[in-house]
């Protein structure tokens, strides 16, 4: 008991650190704020070439600014992942673009967890709204811990609520990351084709199509297949 008691109290620490670091420094600094404030702009009219520009104007630092910005992004869920996928494809090519996108969402999952674990229920409703995290009790009460994978694959789930929701429940770290790392792989890679076809290539762009349909209907197939398997499992136990 004792040695949960102090993680929270850790996670609470360094949780609290970081934002207030984050937001001093929007304040304090400059550059940050400017910087902040351009890529917000930027994400939010959805210009993936600016981003990409923007991005490798740093040279060498771009993958560590494109990582940073995901981050941000996630923090914020209103802000686009995707965009950063699709730039990060765009610029590197996919293969590159889809592991740099995958690693650095899964530092933003992370984060959004362990700012629902450890700063609390009122400051992430002012985050992602207080319906947002009422939608995702229903499906972790729906889904228990297939949900992480079932809305990970959902194109049109949001990435960020879905974190923060699942950082209200019981789930363990380590089942939150592997959940996160397998769900949001196939949607990663999808994106990322989609990313690396806009310098032209066509063949790149169909597979991209295809796989976006396969990946919705996959999605859509796996949630059925739950759905029917709890219905039996309410049914077996009402007997």
């Known amino acids: 008991m004792n040695k949960l008691t102090l993680q929270s109290k850790i996670s609470l620490v360094v949780t609290i650190t970081f934002l207030v670091l984050l937001v001093v420094g929007y304040y304090v600094i400059p550059g940050y704020h400017d910087f902040i404030n351009k890529m917000s702009v930027m994400l939010a009219k959805l210009d993936i070439k600016a981003i990409r520009d923007y991005i490798e104007s740093f040279g060498v630092w771009g993958p560590l600014i494109s990582t940073f910005l995901m981050i941000f992004q996630s923090i914020l869920a209103p802000l686009p992942a995707f965009i950063l996928t699709f730039a990060n494809a765009y610029l590197y090519g996919w293969y590159f673009g889809a592991a740099l996108s995958w690693f650095s969402a899964m530092l933003g999952a992370l984060l959004c967890f362990y700012i629902a674990r450890g700063v609390g229920r009122p400051f992430a409703e002012k985050i992602v709204t207080k319906n947002a995290l009422a939608k995702m009790d229903g499906f972790f009460d729906e889904y228990g811990n297939y949900t ?38 196939p949607a990663t890679i999808v994106y990322s084709f989609v990313g690396g076809s806009l310098g032209g290539n066509k063949m790149m762009m169909f597979i991209a199509l295809i796989s976006f349909i396969i990946l919705i209907v996959v999605s859509l197939v796996a949630r059925k297949v739950l759905q029917n398997r709890q219905a039996k499992q309410k049914i077996n136990v009402s007997k």
């Open 148 to 185: 992480i994978i079932i809305l990970r694959l959902l194109p049109f789930v949001s990435f960020d609520e879905v974190s923060y929701g699942a950082g209200f429940t019981d789930m363990k770290v380590g089942s939150f990351l592997i959940a996160t790392g397998i769900g949001q792989l």
